[in-house]
């Protein structure tokens, strides 16, 4: 099959332009009036949506004040796939071991990710899907990689402590994801949340990457982050781009990597002895901060 070609919805035959559509209208769906007039509704918004003809497949009430339907109809708009524009991935997808490798080889030690659920969002499937070890769609989660460490503080968290807890752990990559999104909730928790880290560290700030199925992939810049994820996203996705920006030459952390303020590398003529500095141990914790790791 052409992928430059115009091509038309298929629905019983090729090319006949029929499509369906599912919405909700507030109107009620009780008795023989008010079911026919609910269905003229939605013939109506169908036909004003370029839908001709098109039927009411199933409708169904929902409370005494909104009916769901399903409108199935043609319509006369082609697609152009010529004209389709494709965002490539700009990291290669990398294999765990040499996500650690790369790691180690860059930082010289492991590499911190805070996760959470900010804001009222209760919903832990997705940020657990990418940090648990036992992970999502057949891949292990960054908690598996022996050279990340991960904090996974749950759901609801205030951006406040949020922030706090990445400073304290000297987060190199903060990582949320929002499930919610009734009146652009997970926007608006987002811009919070980067103007919360620009407050607090200024341009040192961690790596920001969220996650979400509502979420444009598109709009990192306008909502402050660093990476925005949308639906399907894998940890092994996640852990590559992790070392795309914080490990890898011109990336986040540049040809020596990334090092969160307050975190010595320990390195000769930095004037940080080995162990670091301001109470942080060897391995860039701070005492009384391990958090949770695992290794495998």
Given at each position: ?296
């Amino acid at each position: 099959m052409s992928l430059t070609g115009v091509v038309r919805p298929y629905g019983d035959t090729t090319g006949d332009g029929r499509v369906q559509l599912s919405f909700t209208l507030p109107v009620p769906f009780g008795d023989e009036a008010e079911r026919a007039r609910a269905e003229g509704a939605a013939l109506q918004l169908a036909a004003k949506m370029g839908m001709d003809p098109a039927m009411v497949v199933h409708a169904k009430g929902m409370g005494p004040d909104f009916t769901f339907f399903i409108v199935y109809g043609r319509v006369g708009h082609v697609v152009d796939l010529s004209a389709v524009t494709v965002a490539e991935r700009e990291f290669p997808v990398l294999p765990a071991a040499e996500v650690n490798l790369r790691i180690r080889s860059a930082l010289g030690r492991k590499l911190v990710v805070v996760g959470a659920c900010i804001g009222t969002d209760a919903h832990t499937v997705g940020i657990d899907a990418i940090l648990n070890v036992k992970g999502h769609a057949g891949e292990k989660g960054l908690e598996y990689y022996r050279e990340i460490r991960v904090v996974n503080m749950g759901s609801q968290v205030g951006v406040p402590d949020l922030v706090a807890r990445a400073a304290a752990e000297h987060a190199d990559a903060v990582l949320v994801s929002q499930v919610v999104t009734q009146r652009d909730a997970h926007l608006t928790n987002t811009r919070e949340m980067a103007a919360g880290f620009r407050a607090a560290f200024g341009p040192d700030r961690p790596l920001l990457v969220v996650g979400g199925p509502r979420f444009d992939p598109g709009a990192a810049h306008d909502l402050g982050v660093d990476k925005i994820f949308g639906r399907g996203t894998t940890p092994r996705e996640v852990a590559s781009y992790l070392v795309h920006a914080l490990a890898s030459p011109g990336g986040y952390g540049g040809s020596g990597g990334w090092n969160p303020p307050g975190r010595g590398r320990g390195g000769p003529g930095d004037g940080i002895p080995p162990g670091g500095a301001g109470g942080v141990r060897g391995d860039g914790i701070p005492p009384g901060k391990e958090g949770r790791q695992h290794e495998c």
